[in-house]
């Protein structure tokens, strides 16, 4: 396979503020040298949160509109060495065409333009051979590990970037992208700055789950750089160096909840050690949760140094709220 050329230029690059510290950055499939007679017909994009990375599946369905027999390399960006924005590598990424493991070859990015801003920083690539029969559909999939990107205020996030999908013909037929955070978090610990309450374009839906979010679009052509993210407050490890939550900028939004929600937050992070309740209607509600494992031999001890943290900063706000 040859190295990429300066068709690269195709994909671009997201802007974050310096108060951030970024994790890995996955996205749609496009292809390298383009081609406007295939279509991103379906895409459907699940990604697992974990307390230490986050895993993806992507299944993309696109469809050769044309005639002809058509030999396309596809390419999936690795990570972004911007000397001011780099991004952390990708981790055990695989990729099957039509249900077969298919070969991918990890490349080096080489642009032959000196002016080149968009992709210049991308030091290395997946990249693969599909072939399109006439009017034929092709699943490809993909799956890889990322890590988290993570904030000052707090909050860890995560993004999937929409936006190369400008790089088919058209637009996305369908799609739906769910972030499950459901081994990890209930919505109570969302940040509301990644998850506020927002118009989207036409096309595009978002709902709210107790533990999922999940975005579904039709006929949606997305803009250059769009890109879908969930952010959630880390009770469960500090975001940098910090052990001190009270100094959270976060800590004025969080005021803002009831103090039925702070103290369903502080019992959550118990239960997520399987804490079993003296309080009935409590031990109910967390047994009903997918998530919730029972454990008799329950100690504090199970809780890290972070966690009593964070459950002490949650106690210290609730008289504030009365």
Known sequence: MKQLLFALLLFPILSYSNDSSLGSRGGNVFPVFQRYDIRMEREVIRIKMKRDSCYVSCKFWFKNESKANCLLLIGFPDYLQDPGEITKPLKRFTCKIAGKETKVDHLKSVTTLDSDTTT??????????????????????NTYTGEWSRSVGGTFFFDYL?????TWKGSIGSGKVVFDFSDLASKLFLDNNCSA???????MHRKIYNDSIVYSYNDYFPEWGESLRVGLWSFWQPPFETTDPDNYPFKHIALKRSNEDLGMMRNEIYARHGYVFRNKELQN???????????DEFTIDKLNNYEVLFIDFLKKLEPENK
Do not use: H, M, N
């Open 120 to 141: 210049r920083w991308y030091d290395s690539w997946y990249c693969w051979d599909t072939q399109f029969k006439p009017s034929e559909t092709v699943l490809i999939e």
């Open 162 to 166: 929409i936006g190369t999908a400008r």
């Open 197 to 203: 309450d927002t118009v989207f374009p036409k096309g």
């Open 285 to 295: 509600y967390f047994e009903k949760q997918s998530w919730y494992r029972r454990d």
